[in-house]
């Protein structure tokens, strides 16, 4: 039976809702399964179906129906965006790509029978599997704080209504008010987000609440673009921020959701807004399938396929990789690579050596943008860094600015390579 | 009687002139005419340098372009009526000072007569523009170099993460439609020092020459 891309087409679209369809239509096609449509599983359902043109049938499960970039959503934050603007469909990647997106949550992977069981009832079968869940939180690691108490401290590590929340919260602070934020330890996604977030509620403050106060707790000694965010927060918002390192017990936090407390290596200090940004592993349902070790699925850097199972592909802030750090655009560089892995494996297309790479840019003010980023490329057991660059402490204002509108039109770029 | 023994000669050794735009390689021309580039370019409203312009060169009248500087004799020859074809081209190319004493022109000639019809083929026909700023740093070897589409197809999903397929550049220049020479110097430029952007030199570093040569193959694909 040959299906051309429209019979193809209009059948899925028949179909839609029907779950049993890709069992139906893949009779003469091999079928890429791909769990979670942010930045790793959109790119790579884009990539394989785009790429094998219509030899593959690829479904896409992802629950949300808009998805919001957890990259750009500190600019929301601090106002530059609206929250629209970092907001995707999936219509292009059904309409265009012949992507069957079923829009129901993944609960778990039987791996001897290649099914996917979704919470709507039914199961998706697959030949090969791409698994791209984004983190989940670790249960008790920030003591008080859980999933149940998220809205009295945001996470806002999620994007989405949190982040609104977040927003909200922080717009409706007293005068003179104090933010606190407890950041994460190593390792957790997108390592300059939260400082990036706290320049964002500084400019904000700075505009609409300028003697409020902001609190960083972090376990951490250092971290990502160190000396350019705090050489920024000294120039922008001099007595603002606060930042309280493990030597002073910001490794020894605990938070009291009810109060509004957040205590300190023993010592209570109430705050008006906090945002728990709690440590982080890989997302649940790689667990339920055995896929984890130590908190994160170890993969295989030339094909980005799971070390337990070369049926299934793991991408993003869920992998232990290497040297990449967990970043929207590192999980869409590896979905472009995980991609050409499944077209050779299921339609015997040419495999190529996997190169890989990532740059983080942040925003500290108005105009004054920050970058960081390096290429790598597939080890033996890991993926390591080739070169790597980041912007200096001192560079001009034009520069700075010139980064930031860069910025702006890699988002636009990005996105268009994810949801098309 | 200089330009009818040209034309003679022309005669003999290439036969009709038809077989002239026939047989010319405008590929190969194009690589030829980087040496021509420190005096002229040949893009659409392209300045003059030392030397005019020479896009569409052929059916215009010699001496003819607006600021443009030439010698007396180039006017001279145009206001009695030269026009640029293939074959007075030809002629010009061959022996300039003979062709036309006075002319400034300050370039030997092209002996080969393979090398004169492969420059006129591309000033001739819509072969790839030139974009000419520093083009000599780069080896006729690897401008002729023949890419692996399929592997530069790969290759440029890095590319395509900042740089829209098709889009605006806001912030980020667009490289579609981009001119294959263009995009190759680019390239070795930001990998040799020439040019510095740090997010480009960071990502030409690990590029070859094979690989630029795909790259280069697989952006100059008419798009799906």
């Keep these: 039976m ?20 890709p069992a139906v239509l893949g009779q003469s096609r091999p079928r890429a399964v791909v769990i979670g449509g942010g930045a790793g599983g959109a790119t790579a359902a884009r990539y394989i179906a785009n790429d094998s043109d219509g030899a593959i049938d690829v479904t896409l499960i992802e629950p949300a129906r808009h998805y919001y970039t957890c990259f750009f959503s500190n600019l929301y934050i601090g106002g530059f965006r609206s929250i629209e603007s970092i907001g995707h469909s999936y219509g292009t990647l059904a309409s265009d790509y012949g992507i069957n997106v079923v829009h129901d949550w993944a609960l778990a992977i039987d791996r001897d029978a290649k099914t996917v069981a979704l919470s709507g009832g039914g199961s998706v079968p697959y030949d090969r599997l ?21 809205n009295a401290m945001p996470h806002a590590y999620k994007a989405g209504s949190q982040t609104e929340l977040l927003r909200a919260q922080i717009a409706a602070m007293p005068e003179g008010g104090t933010f606190a934020m407890v950041a994460p330890p190593n390792p957790y996604r997108c390592p300059p987000g939260p400082y990036e977030r706290v320049s964002m509620v500084a400019h904000y403050l700075n505009e609409h609440n300028p003697t409020a106060r902001i609190l960083i707790v972090d376990p ?10 705090q050489d920024g927060w000294s120039r922008h918002y001099p007595g603002m921020i606060e930042r309280i390192g493990p030597d002073f017990g910001g490794d020894r936090v605990e938070v009291r959701p009810d109060t509004m407390e957040v205590v300190i290596d023993g010592q209570a200090e109430s705050v008006d807004v906090c ?57 869409n560089s590896q979905a472009k690579v995980a991609a050409m892995a499944v077209r050779h494996a299921l339609t015997d297309s040419r495999m190529f050596p996997a190169r890989f790479s990532n740059t983080c840019w942040s925003l500290i003010d108005t105009d004054d943008g920050i970058k960081v980023g390096a290429t790598y490329e597939a080890g033996e057991d890991r993926i390591e860094a080739v070169d790597t660059f980041i912007s200096q402490v001192g560079e001009s204002a034009e520069t700075r600015a010139e980064t930031y509108r860069e910025s702006l039109g890699w988002y636009d770029s990005i996105t268009a390579d994810m949801f098309g | 009687m200089t330009r009818a023994l040209v034309a003679i000669t022309f005669a003999v050794l290439a036969g009709a002139p038809a077989a002239l735009a026939q047989e010319g390689d405008p590929e190969r021309g194009a690589i030829l005419f980087r040496q ?78 393979q090398d004169r019809m492969d420059v006129i083929a591309f000033l001739t026909g819509d072969a790839p523009m030139v974009h000419s700023a520093g083009i000599e740093r780069i080896s006729a070897d690897i401008l002729a170099m023949e890419g692996d589409v399929e592997y530069g197809r790969y290759l440029s999903s890095e590319c395509v993460a900042c740089h829209s397929e ?23 430029d930001y990998r ?25 193959a697989y952006f100059a694909e008419p798009a799906e």
Excluded at chain 1, 131 to 148: R, T, Y
Excluded at chain 1, 308 to 324: C, K, P
Excluded at chain 2, 38 to 51: F, M
Excluded at chain 2, 54 to 69: M, N, Q, S
């Design chain 2, 36 to 113: 021509c580039n420190s005096c002229h370019v040949a893009e659409p409203d392209g300045p003059a340098r030392t030397g005019p312009n020479l896009y569409g060169v052929i059916g215009r009248t010699a001496g003819t372009l607006e600021d443009t500087r030439y010698s007396p004799a180039m006017r001279e020859a145009g206001e009695n009526g030269l026009v640029w074809t293939q074959e007075s081209l030809d002629g010009f190319l061959q022996d300039p000072r003979g062709y036309m004493p006075g002319s400034r022109m300050s370039f030997r000639g092209m002996r080969d007569l």
């Design chain 1, 130 to 150: 791409v698994v791209s869940p984004g983190i989940d939180f670790k249960e008790g690691a920030v003591p008080g704080w859980s999933l149940a108490t998220q």
């Design chain 2, 166 to 188: 098709p889009g605006d550049d806001e912030g980020i220049p667009a490289i579609t439609g981009i001119e294959q020479e263009a995009f190759i110097l680019a390239m070795h």
């Design chain 1, 2 to 21: 040959t299906l051309n891309r429209r019979t193809f087409l209009g059948t899925t679209a028949a179909l839609a809702g029907t779950l049993a369809a």
């Design chain 1, 275 to 331: 945002n728990v940004i709690p440590a982080q592993q890989a997302g649940g349902i790689l667990h339920q399938a055995g896929l984890v070790e130590n908190d994160w699925a170890t993969v295989v850097p030339a094909t980005m396929t799971s070390v337990m199972d070369e049926n299934i592909h793991v991408l993003g802030d869920s992998t232990r990789q290497g040297a990449m750090p967990k970043s929207g655009f590192s999980a």
């Design chain 1, 220 to 229: 951490k000694e250092t971290f990502s673009k160190q000396a350019l965010f």
């Design chain 2, 192 to 216: 040799d020092g020439h040019r510095e952007h740090q997010v480009m030199t960071t990502v030409t570093q690990r590029l070859t020459n094979e690989e630029i040569a795909s790259l280069a």
